[in-house]
Structure formats: C-alpha cells, structure tokens
C-alpha cells in the first residue's frame, strides 16, 4: 500500500523528532507484500493505569506468514501483575518477574518491525499501550501504517466502511469463517500467527 501524501508528510515530521538514528530506516516506504503481524498482553485494558507484559511479532511477505523467525517477548512491568488476570494474558508472576525491560524489548522490537505496515486486531488498543513506551525510547511513536483486522473483516462482509459488525469484535468469529484452526488462546505468539493467518484471508 502506497502511503497519501499525508501519511508521507507525518511520517517526514516524525523522523524529525527520532532520536536513535539507528531506527532511521522505519521511516522509509516499505515494500510491497510485506506486513508484521502483532498481538500484546496487558495487564488490563486501561493504559492510563495497566502496563504491557508482552509483545509477539510475525513477518508476512505476501502469502507466506514467517513463524520461524517471529519474536514473542515477555516484559518486566513496574507493577506485577494480579494473580485474577492470569486466566486473561496467561503469564504468572513468575514468567514477568524474570522478563525484560521495556527498552531491552525495544531494541530487540523495533529492528524487527522496521517500516513493515502492521497487522492486528484491535490495534487501537495495542497501540494505546505500546507507542507511549516507544515515544519514549525513540522520541516519536511509530511512524508505521496500522492495519486493523476488524475493519478490513467489517468492510469485507458488509460492503461498508462505517462501524463494526457484530461478528467482527470477536477474533474467534472471523476464525471461524475462514474455517482458520484456534491455536491455544491467551498467548500473543498464537494470537499473532492466527491475526496473521486472517490477515492474508481478508485483505
């Protein structure tokens, strides 16, 4: 997908703001066919006042989803989290506890999702989470396009580009509709193969 001058124009005035001339190559046009798919673990939905436990990346380029070389990478938040949302993101105190510092997480993060657009679902909230931290680390959030699967689902079944349909909240429903195999929930490793696996149904 060709970026509109206005992306181009963002995109121009963020490398501006880049403080790790390392990372410079995020800001280029990135290939055609090429995506990295993405799923985090929080420790709850408000990143006003819960904190980001864990990140899994996964090259696409063009049908073929990489799993070979993905990334899942398990973060050391500044509050542990509360035993009640292990059944949410599955990790336990003791996998967090041993896990990185969000900017070692970076550093290994942002080379791999270069200037790939992005692929999720709800990246809304993803982003929500992860851009403060990447602001921070690199002095600009990043400049990649994001590409929600809900919405090209909602588009592709209903003909419209306006809300969400029903089916289109929950990632399972459109796993089913592709008749997509569930890999184990709960875990963004998994949940980032089965984003990426409908991903390449949708588009």
């Not at 982003?127 to 590409?147: C, D, H, Q, S, W």
């Amino acid at each position: 997908m060709n970026m509109s001058w206005l992306q181009q124009l963002s995109c121009a005035w963020q490398k501006t703001q880049l403080q790790r001339p390392e990372l410079a190559s995020m800001f280029t046009t990135p290939s055609a066919e090429q995506w990295v798919a993405i799923d985090c673990e929080m420790t709850g939905l408000n990143p006003k006042k819960h904190h980001l436990l864990s990140v899994a990346v996964i090259h696409i380029n063009g049908n073929t989803i990489d799993t070979g070389n993905g990334m899942h990478l398990v973060c050391s938040p500044p509050v542990m989290p509360d035993r009640d949302t292990i059944v949410i993101h599955g990790l336990r105190t003791a996998d967090v506890e041993h896990g990185m510092s969000y900017d070692d997480m970076l550093a290994l993060l942002l080379p791999f999702i270069g200037n790939r657009p992005i692929v999720g679902f709800c990246t809304q909230l993803d982003m929500a989470f992860l851009n403060p931290l990447v602001k921070r680390y690199m002095g600009t959030p990043l400049p990649n396009e994001v590409i929600d699967l809900r919405h090209l689902y909602s588009r592709r079944i209903s003909g419209h580009t306006q809300g969400l349909s029903g089916q289109a909240q929950h990632l399972t429903r459109i796993l089913a509709h592709y008749n997509i195999p569930e890999l184990g929930a709960h875990d963004a490793y998994n949940d980032a193969v089965m984003t990426a696996m409908a991903f390449l149904h949708v588009r």
